[in-house]
């Protein structure tokens, strides 16, 4: 009997999952505190949709963080897409195949963006961190200089309109992009030889190297993966909102960052699979719904996401070397003694 | 410097059990005031292990440990220093950005509400420096001085903190000739103002010249004591060894000696690591390249491989001439087994399986999808043929022990249809019994009819191994031994410096 | 063979560019080199200037601070807030803003040196903890949204000011603390330790140094520049909007790689900062005079830091090299030689 329970796929999962467990005694709590407000399915679908964007620039993302690195410029990528999908739409009208010309613009410009980032990233030794930080500011003055710093609304799009408002058994046609992403970066990860050689390269680049893996066409191609999602959630989002404005997607890539890392991917690469990072983002995306249906005023959310964040990367760092306070203790103990 | 026989330092009976194992077996040591006293032995003998233990690294299991003739306890390096012992460390310990003085009195700074008297402090280290006439300067910034300029330096950071013993462990290993003769001169004056000196070098003829004393160690024992006076170089060698190895080359004849050549190089030429380097392999053959760290054994493979340059000469693999790219030699059927496993070898955070497919990508992939049967299989068909344990080809690399991280990195290559496999130093940190294991997996791959490239400085394993050897000294080939005729004694001796010039030629 | 070092090369270059671009604007413009113009230009560079010390010395520990700005913008509002709902004085509200950079600086110290988390990834989540704290301090109207309410102290409105021959103070306090740690860090016992920290850590550790102790006083010092830089800035503009302090980190932390300071560690002074700090604010004014939008400077700024990152990776990979060739070289030579 317990035997057949233990073999249970689904029991596996959970307990090899503590991030799971966290889940569900969230969802449990948020469910007794707002009696059962937060589990009701309007409620449920409201989550859902809330983090699909940032589902969406995951699958991207996980891809630079896996290989060591970071990609910032997600955000930026979204912006710029969805901005010049707008533009586009908004000059040439809503014919079909003007609509898919902005679609094919707005993405190509996030594939560019990746390819550019992949380039340097591959060839040069430079902070990942500090390149996208300072590219997405340049991604965010393009997006002023596309939209004029204005807001742009997007009139009578059916395909706008159809993604942003049409639902299918109930649920938003985003999240149905979301798990269609989802699957796309599963697939890749775990059933292809590219998603191998990611997982070898961010182990050890220098051994991947000399079993003959093409390092930096790896690396490349992770970051035109991450250019190419931040833009379709940048399509997304403007189809959710009818709109496209200067500031959109700002400082999404801070919640992308905080899912992944939360999610369990190390920042060290080599380690963390696309399911965990997308629990991370449900854990978050659920932290801040139960906040807000227990009335925390938002303004709490930021901190609640950097404190996230810091327990998070603590934790991870305390697996390799040891925890804080017992190497600070030791450090302690060393100099009184 | 009042009675040159005087004892500065005893170690007594020293005991140190790694797993088990006795890594020292009541082991003796001492050093007189004003001595350089040199310590011998092969890999493995416990000479490293001595001195992590007397610089704090290592507490010992037994035994005690005398200063001055008074009993200490070493268990930090902070003991160890206290105790007027320094280390000149082999990868260099100074901080580059820094200058000479202040690299020297770092953490021992004469200050004022945390105002360094800086003046001063160059002064007084300027006159360190003049009393040694060391061609370095006070205000020197590190990372702009020579190898040997800052090993100088490391050098007068003992010296400032009034250390009365001076440990170089390998000092002259990434020294040109001339650098070390003014090392040597270093060290003679350090005799002369009563520093006493523990050195370490794998060549023989410096130790010789320098050394008051010698000590040698061979298994974590005592293998005896020798004077200054009665130095005889094959005498030395010979407690260093041990008793003759039963088995040696002469016990294996090559099979295939009429075999065709696989790989050939022909004065192949990096400048500063090789020179003019020329051999040929045959199908099914071993050969091995020894001698010293440092001689360019592992760079002339790593340029066979493609994965490093070099400046002139031919790489002919089966009768064409070949321009390696790491690409091109996989597709070749070219296998490497890097030096440092653990950086340049394996995938810690794969499994088995993982890091063995790696390079099987064109076999087991369609379309670019991986076939996990076909994956699968492959693993563990590599846990088989390396019977590594455990054999769960789903174990993270990184959770193995030494020996089955090193069979998973050969199972990379197995895998394949290897025709030649270069091995740079496979066995370094693996325990005996996988180390039998390695052996008898190259020697499976030489009877298919591979051609074996080897580095190794582990003599007993160069003729476990080998149908021939060639011994490479400052980028040159010195000697080429085939097999049965080399024994330890020849190689060790060739390696380190001592070849008759009629026989080099 | 003695070679140029790093530094004085980087130094070279960076003089030389500055020089470059005052010389362009110049030509291209007739009121670049104009008093008014210089000394705005100088007053700009001030607050930028204030935090970029603090940043510099978080990196040449080997670490970096993205939250100096977000600090920044906490600082001030609890300046306001203070100010607005409560009737302490003006002495106490500052000793109380100063007590709270502090307490930030000391959570950057505890989360990077203790949690020994990296500090990109660290001190962006603090800056996101005090942007936090900054939302919630704002100062609000009746119905709770908030509201932008000036700050008319005329103390306070001293400190934006200036002297007679138009050079402002927030200029001259900016040079002066930079001065001041310039000396702290080649003079100093710490200012070493903290050389030595970014350099080799593994070293500077043996050599009985603190790790913990070192990131915590170039964090403290961090702490202290957005303390100072707050004041200033609500010295100029008298008030202060919740999003004002991300750009600030981002332009500080620029001005450094310019100048010289290298994120592996070890590397650049405040004399560096002094000129990327210049140069930054050189190029921005330059371009203002051609009429360009904020998105535009944006970009280009952007593109500059992008292309300086790019050339420091070259510049480094190229002089290891040339190092590399050299020993080679040296040992060939005495090789043929015997």
Known sequence: ?337 | MSEKNELLFEMRNIEKIFAHVHALDHVNFDVRKGEVHALLGENGAGKSTLIKILTGVYTKDGGQIFMDGKEIEINSRDDAADAGIAVIFQELSLVPTLSVYQNILLGKEQSRFGFISDRAEKQQIQELIDRYGFPVKATDIVETLSVAQKQMVEILKALAADAKLVIMDEPTASLSSRESELLYKIINQLRDRGVSIIYISHRLEEVFNLSDRITILRDGKNAGVVEKENIVPSEIVKMMIGKELSESTASRELHTSDAEVELAVKDLTHIGAYNHVSFEVKKGEVLVLTGLVGSGRTEVIRSIYGADPYDSGEIIFEGKVIKPSIKRSVANGFGLIPEDRRTQGFSPLLSVTGNVALTSYDKIAKGGFVNKKDEDALGRKAVELTDLRPANPNVKVGDLSGGNQQKAVLGKWLTRDLKVVLIDEPTVGIDIGAKDEIYNIIEGLAEQGVAVLMVSSDIAEVLRVAHRIIVMREGKIIKEFNHGVATQEDILLASSGFVDEKEAA | MKQMRQETLRRIISLVLLVVLIAVFTFTTDTFLSWDNITSMLRECGVVGILAIGITTCIITGGNNLSAGLMLGMVCMVFAHLYHYTALSLIAIILICLLAALAAGAFNGFAVAILQIPDFVATLSTGMVFQGITYILAIRNQYGSITSEMIKNPTMALLGGKLGNGIYYVTIAWVVISLIMQVFLKKTKMGTYIYAMGSNRKSAEYSGISFIKVKMVAFLISALCSFIGALFFLGRYGTNDVDSGSALSLQAISASVIGGAAFSGGRGDMIGTLIGVLFMQVLRNGVLKFNMTTAQQSIISGVIIVLMLVFDAYYNEFMQKRTARAAALAREKEGAGK
Request: aromatic residues 8%; charged residues 10%; contains cysteine.
């Open chain 1, 1 to 337: 009997m317990s035997n057949t329970i233990k073999n249970n796929p689904v029991y596996k999962a959970i307990m090899s999952s503590s991030r799971i467990l966290v889940l569900l005694v969230l969802v449990i709590f948020f469910t007794a505190v707002t009696k059962g407000t937060f589990f009701s399915y309007k409620n449920l679908v409201n989550i859902l949709y809330s983090v699909s964007l940032i589902g969406i620039m995951i699958c991207g993302a996980c891809f630079a963080v896996l290989l060591g690195g970071i990609d910032r410029t997600v955000s930026g990528n979204a912006a710029l897409s969805g901005a010049i999908v707008a533009m586009t739409i908004l000059n040439g009208g809503v014919s079909a195949g003007n609509v898919a010309l902005a679609i094919f613009l707005g993405l190509g410009a996030g594939v560019l963006s990746g390819l550019i980032h992949g380039l340097i990233l591959s060839r040069f030794n430079i902070p990942a961190f500090l390149l996208t930080l300072a590219t997405n500011e340049i991604l965010y003055g393009f997006v002023q200089v596309a939209t004029g710093n204005t807001l742009i609304y997007i009139h009578d799009c059916t395909l706008m309109d159809y993604i942003g408002q049409v639902r299918w058994l109930g649920i938003p046609i985003p999240v149905y992009i979301m798990i269609a992403c989802i699957i796309f970066a599963y697939v890749v990860l775990n059933h292809t030889v590219y998603g191998r050689q990611v997982y070898s390269v961010g182990g050890n680049r220098q051994a991947s190297e000399l079993s003959g893996i093409p390092t930096r066409k790896v690396i490349l191609i992770a970051y035109i993966i991450s250019g190419f999602m931040g833009a379709l959630a940048g399509f997304v989002l403007s189809a959710m909102n009818q709109q496209a404005s200067a500031g959109q997607a700002k400082n999404y890539e801070n919640n992308v960052l905080a899912a992944i890392v939360v999610g369990g991917v190390s920042m060290r690469g080599g380690s963390g699979s696309i399911q965990n990072a997308i629990l991370g983002a449900f854990l978050i995306g659920v932290i801040e719904n139960g906040m807000n249906l227990m009335g925390v005023p938002a303004i709490y959310k930021d901190m609640a996401k950097g404190i996230i964040i810091i327990v998070a990367v603590a934790m991870d760092m305390a697996s390799v070397q040891g925890t804080p306070v017992n190497n600070f203790l030791r450090r302690f103990k060393k100099k009184s003694a």
